[in-house]
Structure formats: structure tokens, C-alpha cells
């Protein structure tokens, strides 16, 4: 059932992550990064986190560049959004990372 539902899933995150995530200014960060920084919040969203307090944890980070914050702020608003509310933590990492390279590619 979960496979079935990421399967059904990632064609709509295909076409819908770079819109609103765009090509990933990523500074210092890599998309693996980005996949487990994915990850990471789906796990900390499936034991309750809110979306208003991922994105206060995000004012407590460091970033080796300016334009992280608002890479990692676009990301927390996708998984916090209809598109991310039946990822699993795996599924999240995998489309998350795809959507980054993609929009990483010339």
C-alpha cells in the first residue's frame, strides 16, 4: 500500500516540487542534505511537530550560506503542504533528493 502510494505520488511531486522549491540554491548543502534534512522533518512532523514550530528551529540553525534558510524554509513548506501529507520519512528523503538533483541539472 505504501509503495503504490509513493508510486502515485512521485509524478506529482515531479511537477509540483519545482515550482515551488525551484533549482535549490543549495550554498554549502548538497541534495543528500536536503534528503535528510527531509527526512528529518517528516519523522519530527509524524510525532507532532507543528509547521510553525519546524520553521522557528530553523531560526535556530546555522547556515554556511545566506540562501540555505530559505532553501530549507521552501522545503518544510512542501512537506507541510497536501503534497507531503502521506510521505513516509523514506519516501520523503527519495523525492525530495530527486526533486533537488533535477533541479540541480543544466
Known amino acids: ?3 503504490r502510494l509513493t508510486a502515485c505520488l512521485l509524478p506529482v511531486l515531479a511537477f509540483a516540487g519545482p515550482a515551488v522549491a525551484g533549482n535549490y ?3 554549502t548543502m548538497t541534495c ?3 534528503a535528510q534534512f527531509s527526512m528529518d522533518t517528516i519523522a519530527a512532523k509524524k510525532e507532532g511537530r507543528t509547521r510553525e514550530e519546524a520553521l522557528a528551529q530553523l531560526e535556530e540553525r546555522s547556515y554556511g550560506d545566506p540562501v540555505e534558510k530559505q532553501t530549507l ?3 518544510v513548506g512542501v512537506l507541510y503542504s497536501n503534497l507531503g501529507r502521506n510521505l513516509g520519512v523514506k519516501s520523503a528523503g527519495a523525492v525530495m533528493k ?3 538533483e533535477k533541479g ?3
Open 32 to 34: 543528500d542534505d536536503i
Open 73 to 75: 524554509t521552501d522545503v
Open 104 to 106: 540541480r541539472t543544466p
Open 98 to 100: 530527486m526533486d533537488c
Open 25 to 27: 540554491p543549495l550554498g
Open 1 to 3: 500500500m505504501r509503495f
